[in-house]
Each structure stands twice: as C-alpha cells, then as structure tokens.
C-alpha cells in the first residue's frame, strides 16, 4: 500500500528546519489547550500545531463527512475510533493542504493564527484514554541484563522468554503526560542485608527508555488477533517512560510481579506518530531461536528503526545525553506482542496503550535504564556538570527523544519529559 | 456514625422473603436494561428491581436536589462520583419510600409497574466502568496453600507477604457482569515433564472466590489514603470470580506475574452491596504478626462476617456446592490494601475495582479454588451428579453467592456465575 502522506517529494508551505520532528510526512496527532480553547484535537508542523477543530469549523473537511465535533474532545479515542480508512484520509487531507503547491489553505492568510499556534505556546495534554495499559518486557538486551544481575549470568533469561513476550497489566490511571511532574514515591524496600524492610522515600528511582503503541480498533472478547491482521489494530507510537522504583521492586515483585515501584508514574510523549507514518523505517527483525509457535509467526520486516535517546538534566544545568538505543532493537514486534496478548481471547479497547518494555541495544552506551548503565549502581555515570548519578536524583529532569530518519526524510516523536520532585 | 436505613426494625411493604439478599436494609445498587429501556440505574428490593431513573421521574428524590440523568446511563460512576453524602441520602430516602409505614409511594399503584419489575425479567449490566482493576493476594490461608504446593511447605510464605498486602494489576477490558459466559482460554503450557511448552486449550481452568470493592472518590497522583480515610473511598461491595488457566500461569508468571492466564475473563456480580449496608458486619481481623508498619495500622474491627460459596453446574445437572468459605478470614483488610495502594502517590479513580484475592479458610471445605480443593488434582471432588472435577470442566457453570446474617438482618449480593464455553 502506497501511504500518499509518506511522499517524500511533498514540502510544506509552512517553514519546517531540517531536524525539526515534524515536518509534512509526520502528521502525528495529539490534544493541546491554551487560553482560548479547553481541548481540541491537532497536529503538527513544524514548530506550529495545527488546529483541527478549527479547520473543520472552516470547512476544510467538508469532503471527509466528518462530525467536527469529535475534534472538540478532551482525548482522541473517538477519533481514532472512527477506523483507519478515515483517519488515514484525514492525515492525507492535511498533508494536501500543507503542501505547497496547493494555495486552498496557504492563501488564507486571515485565518492562519487561528488554525497554526506556535508549540511552544499551548499546553499538549494526554493524547488518549487509557482503558488498559499493559507492557511487555520484550528487549533481549535489556532481559538478559537484568538477569545477568539480579540472578544468574549462565541463565540470565527466564526459560519463557523466548517462547512468549512476557508481559504484564501496568496502572492505566498514572499514565501522564509529558512535562507532568511528579514526586519520589515511598514505599517498603528490604537492603539485602537487612533482616527486615524499612519504610521511606525510595532511593533507587530509575527510568526505562521505551516506546508504546496505541490501538485503534476493539475487539470482542473470544477474539484474537494474528499478527498480519495486528497492524490494523494499531493507530501509532509514543514515547514513554516507565518510572521504577528499584528497591521497592526488588522487594515486592514476588511472586504477582512489579505494583507499586511502577505504578506512582509513567510519562508519555503528546504527539502519536501514526504507524503509517512510520512505514518507510521499517526494518528486519531478530532471528527467532527456537522458532516461535505459528500464532507469533509474521512475514516481513516488523521492527523500526527509532533512534532514541535519554538525557539527564539537573535543576538548572544543562543535559547529558546518557544513553542512545534504537527501537529496532526488539526482539518481540508489536504485531507479535498483540497476537500473544489476544490469543487467549482477551479484548482489547481503542487507547489501550502497550509499552515495550525497556529497550536496550547491545552496547553499554545503548541501555535504557540506569539500572543497566550504572550496572546496579557499581559504575557512577558522570553528567556534564561534574555531578555523578547511580540512578535518578531528586529535581532531575529525565527527557527521551526518538527520531526516524531515512536518506530523504526524518520523522520524530517530539519530547517525552518529566521532572522528578523530592518525597512529599 | 447510625445509618438510618440499616435499621433492623424495618419492614417494607413490599413482600420480601426472609432469605431474601434484598431486604429493605440492604438497597445495593445497579445497571439493568429491558425491552423498555437501555440502562437505567437501579436498587433492589425483594424479588424486585427498583428503577431509580422513573422514581427520579416521578419527583421522589426532588429533596435530594439530583440531576435525574444521572441514572439514565450505562454505569454508576457518575452517581457514585457525587459523594457519599449523596449516594448516602438517596439509600436512606428509598428506605423511606419502601418502609411499611410510609405511603408517599405505597398509596401510588397507577406507577408500580413503572418503578418496580422482576429482577428475574430484567438483564442487570456491569454495574460500574472499571478503569483500573488491581487484584490482592490477601488471604492467610490461600497463599499459604499455594506455597505449599508449588514451592517449599516448610517457606510456604514469601517473605514480605506479612509485610506487604501483595497485589498486582489486573486487565479491566475483560471484566463481565455475571451471567456472560466465555470461552475457555488458549495459550502456552509447559508441563513439568517437558522439554519445551506446548500450545493449545488450556486444561487446568479455575475459579477463584474473591470479593472486590469499587473505589468512590478520586484522588489525585502524589495523594496517600490513610487507613482510617479508606472508608471514605470504598463505596461498596461485589462479589468476584477471578477466572485463572492454572498451566498458563505456572508458565508464564515468572519473572513479572499473571498476564494471560488471568486476562481473558473476570467475572462480578450485578450488585454493588454499599459499605454503608456492610457495617452491621463487621467483624475483627487477624492479629498481624510481625507488627505492621505505622502506615497499615488501623483501628476497630474492619474485617467483614461474608458468608461466601461456589457451586459447579454441570450443563443441565444440578448443581454441588464445593466451597464455603468467608471474607473474614482477609489477613489484609480492605483499608490496608487501600493504604497500600496509594502510599507510593498511585491515584485512584471512581469506578476502579480491588479484588481481594482468592478467598480460602482454614479447613479444606473451604478453600476458595479447584486448585486448592482438589490438591493440584490429586484429590478429585465428587459432584452430586456422580461425576468428578480436577478442575472446571467446558459447560460447566460456577456460581458464587455470600451474604451477611445476624441475628436480626439478612443481606446479600445474588450471584456471580459465567458457564465456561468449549474453547473456539
């Protein structure tokens, strides 16, 4: 299927810089609000957001037979509710109007402040309703790094890791959205030589770098999904930050899993970059060994190509870029991870929102958690300050970024940010 | 604090029989739909539903200064969010209107099919939106079991589980009102003996008898609810099956908990009994021991005297009552999960449901899983209709019931049943 919006060739009418995140082959979709407006559904160019509401109210879309009203919603569930067919006509609409061979848009001058607003002027809210959220633990690197540490170097993976994407249910209610703050959690944590717990801020508070995807189309329960009809199912990606809390983990996790050193927080980027915009970076996955059961086996190449980095920044200091992985790096696809999640019957709900979990490449340089980087703390990272951190300290800002790029075009996924405020 | 419509000395005019679950002091309330109308919220009384959107209709809650429409949707949530001043208000007044000595609408016969029908001709719907679903692990007796047979008898205990009241996240998607049957799940199994996991039906299909509770005030991310506020958040009560694939679970739970064993199907009984309607019943807890950190101390009696049973139907059999068990054997109350839960700053929603965990007493008949009745399997149950269960068997229905009985007041839940259908 040839995606019209995906041309390269196409450039807008609108000033897009060279690296900018957004240029016209992106089109992601998100909710922002300012002064004016309480939540309207829009896009993004450049460093402007596009209002969609507004376009609508101005006729725009009059040929996609659209209710404009679901533009003027606090999440964009409905909108993505209304299928791939619309959705996909509606980015195709957009990306004719910005073009700049075409004048319909471009020459109404008198409208531009009412349908463009500078990014950086508006508030980006959470893009969707989460029902469920459920992450998976799907990178090889990251797996066998955990296991290496906290179990058994010889047998650092699960036996069931490379049978099934291991997953699990996260806490849907703390997801929130870049740039939303948040407090170090307190909990139970029990130090290894300790005979029993202590209770208190935790003091092992880590990131993991990973991206999520959202769905766009509900199943019933009883049905299950292969992984050629998955990407159907799946409206687009985000960034997203999987807080953890380490020394509660290492205490609670036995034997129902992580709960309360997860779920305080998870961060996630504003803008849903569509799978259709993602198209082009589609890259080979890993070889499977042993061979998967038929129901995760998938034809193509299914893993992309997503250059992601984290950065530390301490209260009023400049960033250090601590770690660079690619997304690619995945063992498990998303078409598999929702084959497995819906082979028992188990349905799933537009805006439910699958993490990856955290993905780390196979250099040093490329882990997706501090964990990993400063191995259990063993190996301080030094920051460009001249300060040194184990794990995340109190007022830090974490920031993960993530970018495609091919030879012609280079798509991104704006900021997913946070910043980390002391126990309250 | 008197709850005026728990008083023991009313009498409505309607007919109740005395093993009723809906005597006047009880007033759960509910979501049922018919020929006439798509969802209205409800009460019972009796055999009876009460429709509180036409006694709304009707002028009779005018005092309470309601919008009527609040009772005309698919779930609770928006009632249960006005507060417990309010929902509390509108229990003591349908007390009023269905007490023997009133005649405001006793005297009112032209409307009586209006506001009252058959419980048994109407379909009761899920009471409430769930939007996060946690599931507990706090009953004594159930996790010392399961630790027994699966681990090591003489550490059948984890070592923080009478630190912490271990919980984990469950999938909300897949919870359905009782009487909505599925079909039994598929997934990978290793069994013991194997090389490698096989795939296909899951075998080894169980209940679980839990209780859950429903959350009835929000908070907000970085708030803890204190033990003794919890009740304050806790509007009411259901009871809960928390379906499990047994050989699904063994193999994938490790390292990060249940996911697809547990995710296809839960099941929850149309009535939420409100906590106010429980009070008469509670009872006191377990001497906890090791000392509780200060966060988890509490005060009073804040377990619940539940009678609680489950009973296998083969298709067209009558059914065996294989259970009974009671929710005041929780080692972890529900003020203490609710601490818990929220002491890391987790928010909480209206509407988000918090099982107990599976429900077992000390003696074998009261054990609250096949698993646990039946040893792993190897001691089968009998059934009344001469054949025997390991585990639940394809067209078998379980139902599960619980009441609350003192010397002067019976209440109940009705019932929580689902038939496991054949896997498709």
Redesign the interface.
């Known amino acids: 299927m040839t995606i019209k919006a995906n041309n390269p060739a196409l450039s807008s009418w609108i000033d897009v810089e060279k690296n900018s995140d957004f240029p016209i082959q992106n089109l992601p979709f998100g909710i922002y609000s300012d002064n004016q407006v309480n939540h309207h559904a829009c896009s993004a160019i450049g460093n402007y957001i596009i209002d969609l509401y507004e376009l609508a109210n101005c006729g725009f879309f009059s040929s996609l037979n659209l209710n404009k009203e679901i533009f003027n919603r606090s999440s964009l569930n409905d909108f993505i509710e209304l299928g791939k067919t619309t959705t996909r006509a509606l980015r195709d609409r957009l990306s004719v109007l910005l073009d700049g061979t075409n004048k319909e848009l471009q020459d109404k001058k008198e409208i531009f402040n009412q349908i463009f607003k500078l990014q950086s002027s508006v508030k980006l809210l959470l893009p969707v309703r989460v029902?469920?959220y459920t992450d998976f633990?799907s990178s090889l690197d990251h797996a066998t790094n955990i296991g290496t540490m906290i179990r058994d170097p010889k047998n650092a993976l699960?036996?069931?890791w490379k049978?099934?994407p291991?997953?699990?249910?996260?806490?849907?209610?703390?997801i929130?959205v870049s740039g939303?703050n948040?407090?170090r959690?307190?909990?139970?944590m029990?130090p290894a030589d300790a005979e029993?717990?202590t209770?208190g801020p935790c003091k092992l508070l880590d990131f993991e770098l990973e991206t999520a995807y959202i769905i766009g189309k509900s199943t019933e329960?009883?049905e299950s999904i292969s992984t050629e009809q998955a990407d159907d199912y799946i409206f687009g990606m985000v960034l997203f930050n999987d807080w953890s809390?380490r020394d509660?983990q290492t205490?609670?996790?036995?034997?129902?899993?992580?709960?309360?050193s997860k779920?305080?927080?998870s961060t996630v980027s504003p803008w849903i970059v569509t799978l259709d915009a993602l198209e082009p970076y589609r890259t080979e996955g890993y070889l499977q060994d042993?061979k998967v059961?038929?129901?995760l086996e998938y034809k193509g190449n299914k893993n992309v190509d997503i250059k992601l980095e984290v950065a530390i920044q301490p209260e009023n200091k400049e960033e250090t870029v601590v770690c660079r992985s690619n997304y690619k790096y995945m063992y498990w696809t998303m078409e598999q991870q929702l084959a497995?999640?819906t082979?028992?019957?188990?349905?799933?709900?537009v805006g439910?929102l699958m993490g990856s979990g955290t993905i780390s490449g196979p250099d040093p340089s490329e882990y997706g958690s501090m964990m990993e980087l400063s191995w259990k703390g063993t190996k301080p990272l030094k920051l460009n300050d001249g300060t040194e951190r184990k794990f995340i300290n109190d007022n830090d800002t974490v920031i993960m970024r993530g970018y495609c790029q091919n030879d012609k075009v280079r798509i991104g996924f704006g900021e997913c940010k946070a910043k980390l405020l002391p126990a309250?």
Chains 1, 2 share one sequence.
Request: proline share 11%; net charge neutral; charged share 10%.
């Open positions: 029902g469920d633990y699960m036996p069931n049978y099934i291991v997953g699990y249910h996260g806490r849907a209610s703390s929130m939303t948040f407090h959690p307190k909990g139970q029990k029993v717990p209770f329960s009883g809390a509660i205490w609670e996790y036995v034997p129902l899993g992580p709960f309360l779920n305080f927080a042993p059961f038929p129901y497995h999640h082979v028992n019957g188990c349905n799933v709900n439910d309250n």
